[in-house]
């Protein structure tokens, strides 16, 4: 009696299976969140009401369960869901179904064979949306919101390996922004970090859907082509020049004029690493600097 | 927690454990040819008790066969407790992702290559396990629970696994195997850590396994 009563109380959706795969039992919050009363399933394949579970992996991890007697989890991270339910928090509208980490083990009778299994259901969306925030936040510059460093690190060693393998074109550009430490000196670094801002934004405009635009160090910046030739590298390098020196940066009722050098670099057989790209484009950046700023400069 | 030699497994009953596990080991293979549609050879195991701190050079030693190794683990929960590590060659999940034909398409578009690999692993080890340690201790007649098993070490040389990954200060019976899957390029190794703390019962439990052949 109190047995059931947790059985229906608990806050976990719970499955009884028998060696057919026929409904057992199906416990209250199995019934609330699936709309199906248990009279109606219960006697019934699983299939029949969730046709999604027909299939391989399901039926291997059954089988398993039956056979040794062990657990099988289905993890949130690959496989979002068992059974397809609609979100049940505020934290579910960025997920189309609810979020659920499940698990089936063994349930034995009396002579300790094990004839039926269980499911265990549990709504893990409110997990799965923080997770989902702190990857993205992982990847993200906390000022500007363009990718941040650890970002750009990883995707130009997948980028570079990829041209490695496919020998595509992929170019790189660096920029930094001119005579910063003049803005910081004059008008603070709040201003300083409005600047920032306004350059991050104007350039994320400017450049194509497919590229990497990240936060490099303090005033510099660092963009990923992929897909990018020479060519295309430095005419997006130029319309980027282009719009900057074009916009006016306003900061407590003051106006202020930006420009930006830029290095550009492309990948070619003869570069081994990922970091001799960067250093090539960081090379052509300091060129673009020394030879009097607000211009881009192409790696030779 | 460190415990005195003397209360570790014996000479005889390693012995008898090495041949429980043989007798396990055979009913696992021929029930995982059912569950996974491939034969698994699983070769007489090897029964002995270590130091916990000399596990990672032990560990290095037995498997010179491959370089890279990933390595999951799963603990099992009962009278009979431990940790079980499975050890895959670099590359295997890909082996394996084969094995069951599983889709990248039946996951989503967000699903990478590499995540369905590493599932594949967990999966495979999870059903070993469960394979190995449940005939085991049914054999023994007790039932354990598992955790999820999980890759602690990915695609690293064999010669550094750290030695965090045990707790120190103890001794342990490792129960050693190689796995082969028949007609698929895949072998590793199973290792079963059972930790002191289990040795008292499992002496009692062997000593009973022993009755029913006297």
Redesign the interface.
């Known amino acids: 009696m109190i047995f059931e009563q947790i059985f229906n109380m608990i806050n976990v959706g719970l499955v009884v299976l028998d060696k057919d795969l026929n409904v057992r039992h199906w416990n209250r919050w199995m019934e609330l969140h699936s709309n199906i009363k248990a009279e109606d399933i219960i006697g019934s394949p699983i299939f029949s009401c969730f046709p999604n579970l027909d299939?391989?992996?399901f039926l291997?991890?059954c089988?398993?369960v039956f056979?040794?007697?062990?657990?099988?989890?289905f993890?949130q991270?690959?496989?979002?869901y068992l059974f397809p339910f609609k979100p049940d928090s505020t934290f579910g509208s960025e997920f189309n179904h609810m979020q659920q980490s499940c698990t089936m083990?063994p349930l034995?009778d009396e002579s300790n064979v094990v004839s039926h299994i269980y499911l265990s259901v549990q709504d893990v969306t409110e997990i799965a949306a923080y997770e989902r925030k702190l990857v993205e936040r992982n990847m993200q510059d906390g000022l500007t919101g363009i990718y941040n460093r650890r970002f750009l690190d990883t995707k130009l060693q997948e980028e570079f390996s990829r041209h490695k393998r496919y020998n595509r074109p992929f170019s790189l550009i660096m920029c930094d922004i001119d005579l910063f430490k003049n803005v910081n000196d004059t008008y603070g670094h709040q201003c300083g970090d409005v600047v920032i801002k306004h350059i991050a934004a104007l350039m994320g405009s400017v450049i194509r859907d497919t590229d990497f635009l990240a936060r490099y160090g303090g005033e510099e910046f660092c963009c990923l082509l992929p897909e990018a030739d020479f060519e295309i590298a430095c005419s997006l390098a130029e319309r980027l020049r282009q719009a900057i020196e074009q916009t006016e940066v306003t900061f407590d009722g003051q106006t202020l004029n930006i420009t930006v050098s830029f290095g550009v670099a492309y990948m070619y057989d003869e570069v081994e690493h990922a970091e001799a790209l960067l250093q090539m484009a960081d090379d052509a950046l300091y060129a673009a600097k020394k030879s009097g700023r607000n211009r881009v400069v192409a790696a030779p | 927690m460190s415990i005195a030699a003397e209360q570790a497994l014996s000479r005889d009953e390693q012995d008898i454990l090495q041949e429980l596990m043989n007798i396990a080991f055979g009913r696992a293979s021929a029930d995982l040819a059912e569950v996974i549609d491939t034969y698994v050879v699983l070769n007489v195991p090897e029964v002995r008790t270590l130091k916990v701190v000399d596990l990672p050079e032990f560990i290095s030693t037995e498997i010179s066969d491959h370089d890279i190794i990933s390595i999951v683990e799963q603990s099992y929960l009962g009278r009979f407790k431990g940790v079980a590590l499975l050890i895959f060659p670099s590359g295997a999940g890909r082996e394996l992702l084969n094995l069951f034909g599983d889709n990248v398409e039946d996951y989503g578009e967000d699903v990478s290559m590499a995540a369905l690999e590493k599932e594949s692993i967990l999966e495979v080890s999870n059903i070993l396990i469960g394979a190995c340690v449940g005939k085991v201790v049914e054999l023994l007649d007790d039932e354990v629970s598992f955790s999820p098993p999980r890759i602690i070490i990915e695609d690293h040389p064999r010669n550094a696994i750290p030695c965090e990954i045990f707790e120190p200060n103890s001794l342990a019976t490792v129960m050693r195997t190689v796995f082969q899957f028949s007609d698929r390029n895949i072998s590793g190794y199973l290792f079963l850590i059972n930790s002191s703390e289990s040795f008292q019962w499992l002496k009692k439990a062997l000593n009973l396994f022993m009755e029913q052949y006297e």
């Open positions: 299939n391989p992996k291997r991890n089988k398993s056979k040794f007697g062990n657990f099988s989890f993890s991270k690959l496989h979002r083990g034995r």
